[in-house]
């Protein structure tokens, strides 16, 4: 497959209230470009100034005609209310307003713009015609702060465009008992999201018919070049690129009208026993591909995931808000050395999806087998299709951890916190961290527990919480919940504890 997520080409139209001079607002919008140029961020400058609605239809083909798919609408000055917002509905991408600040105390008569009352009246008409645009925190500024907020959009601008032509790709129901991955899908078709349900049996018909294709050697020495020392399983590694190369022309052959897709599949009890192999690994390696692959049919896991994915342009993980850190471990490794309490850290595990770029590179970083498996399906003995897994202890760092999510009723939330990977050995198995949260242990509570939140917890690497939350919010999710500091109650929380 080709890359996963969008390319953000950005336009940006500057727009002029007839009775402002109509060159304050484009030398103000050349000053923006000059600047966009100055920190590398690639844009096209629309030469149509947006007056009236003749000249917003203009400016919109000039932009579609070079190539854009996100905008930058910019208020040199006051701005003509009507045409700029229409703007946003002319437009077929995500759209950006922000206004220029004055330039200078000297010349505050012929030289004023007014922005900073135009965008009130901007946002109040977006408003009435109900159209959706990201406005900045602070969405008034100098060149070099406007171009600033154009680097932000871009990545935010990348996951509205992804979303708006993803696929979730799911395989097989979820597991039995195991309804924690089981939520109503209309609230992703309500955002725009395309779905595709098979069963287990299409996906393995689908495998069998991809034996002895010629690409599998290939797939193998990539395989084999990636893990070096940690390729345990030689004789395994067929069996995984026969599959890596069955989901990858199931994407492509079944993604229809859509540009991207995303995978949310069954793992077990039944899949290892019937086709030869955990499928861990081969997630990973999707994974860091910008192609999510979420276990245990999470889809609202896998549409976290690729949110993630399109935000960072970086590979993203899907964990198990796992277990606590034992006392004698954080006595050891942890206190007096990270500041943290005991309550704010937890172990993230699942059994190894996490892509290898992202784990310590060591010695036992290796495809292992699946120790819970192993113990149910072969009783324990020497292993064999329950091998698969990719483990090893994830690499510190800054991580966001977030979540999209939908209620029994459909409705979307989302929470996002941001937090790292401490640089500790977990003396675990899988594809295991230990992460650090402030303040987790309250926001485990009033948050994970409190508003019925599934185990499973996307993870990207870095930290990208801003986005997200933008993301969210165009979305139109009204619940975004984070880790609210000390001091600060969640809203059910108990003010005597």
């Not at 591909?289 to 549409?303: K, T």
């Not at 993870?459 to 999710?477: M, Q």
Request: with cysteine.
């Amino acid at each position: 497959m080709s890359q996963n997520y969008p390319e953000v080409k950005l336009g940006i139209i500057a727009v002029s209230r007839d009775c402002f001079v109509l060159s304050l607002s484009e030398n103000r919008r050349k000053a923006l470009a000059a600047a966009c140029v100055k920190k590398s961020i690639p844009v096209f400058e629309a030469k149509t100034t947006v007056e009236n609605e003749k000249d917003a239809l203009k400016a919109v083909e000039e932009v579609k005609n070079a190539g854009c798919n996100a905008l930058l609408v910019f208020l040199g000055n006051f701005g003509p209310e009507t045409p700029e917002t229409l703007i946003a509905r002319y437009f077929p991408g995500p759209v950006m307003y922000a206004a220029a600040a004055e330039d200078t105390g000297k010349d505050l008569i012929n030289g004023r713009g007014d922005a900073y009352c135009g965008m009130l009246n901007c946002s109040y008409n977006l408003g009435l015609r109900k159209l959706k645009a990201v406005i900045p925190a602070y969405p008034i500024g100098t060149a070099e702060d406007i171009a600033d907020m154009a680097a932000d959009f871009i990545p935010v601008a990348r996951a509205i465009l992804g979303i708006s032509q993803l696929k979730v790709i799911t395989f097989g129901p979820r597991p039995q008992d195991f309804f924690a991955c089981n939520a109503p899908i209309k609230g992703l078709y309500d955002i725009g999201v395309e779905i595709e349900e098979n069963s287990e049996l299409d996906l393995l018909v689908s495998y069998k018919a991809h034996k002895d294709d010629k690409r599998i050697n290939e797939v193998v020495k990539s395989m084999a070049d990636e893990l070096g020392a940690g390729n345990q399983y030689p004789d395994l590694l067929p069996r995984l690129a026969q599959y890596e190369l069955t989901l990858l022309d199931w994407a492509d052959q079944h993604k229809g009208a859509r540009n991207y897709v995303s995978f949310a599949n069954k793992c077990w009890p039944a899949f290892p026993s019937e086709f030869g192999f955990e499928p861990c690994y081969v997630n990973s390696r999707l994974a860091s591909r910008g192609i999510p692959a979420a276990c245990e049919v999470d889809i609202y896991g896998s549409l976290s995931e690729y949110i993630g994915a399109c935000i960072s342009g970086d590979a993203v993980t899907l964990l198990d808000i796992n277990n606590s850190v034992p006392q004698d471990l954080f006595d050891s490794d942890i206190k007096g050395k990270h500041p943290y309490s005991i309550s704010d850290v937890f172990m993230g595990f699942h059994c190894g999806n996490t892509p290898f770029c992202k784990l310590k590179q060591e010695k036992n970083t290796a495809i292992k087998f699946q120790l819970i498996q192993n113990r149910l399906l072969e009783n324990g003995g020497t292993p064999d299709f329950t091998r698969g897994t990719l483990e090893g202890d994830i690499a510190g760092g800054d991580i966001t951890f977030y979540r999209i999510h939908a209620n029994p009723d459909s409705s979307l939330q989302a929470y996002i916190a941001q937090g790292e990977v401490l640089p500790v050995a977990t003396h675990s198995f899988g594809g295991i961290g230990i992460f650090a949260i402030p303040e987790m242990g309250r926001f485990y509570r009033h948050v994970l527990v409190g508003k019925h939140y599934p185990h499973h917890g996307a993870v990207a690497f870095g930290k990208f919480g801003k986005a997200l939350h933008t993301v969210f919010d165009y979305l139109g999710v009204q619940d975004i919940a984070f880790n609210q500091p000390r001091g600060m109650l969640y809203p059910r929380e108990n003010p005597f504890v």
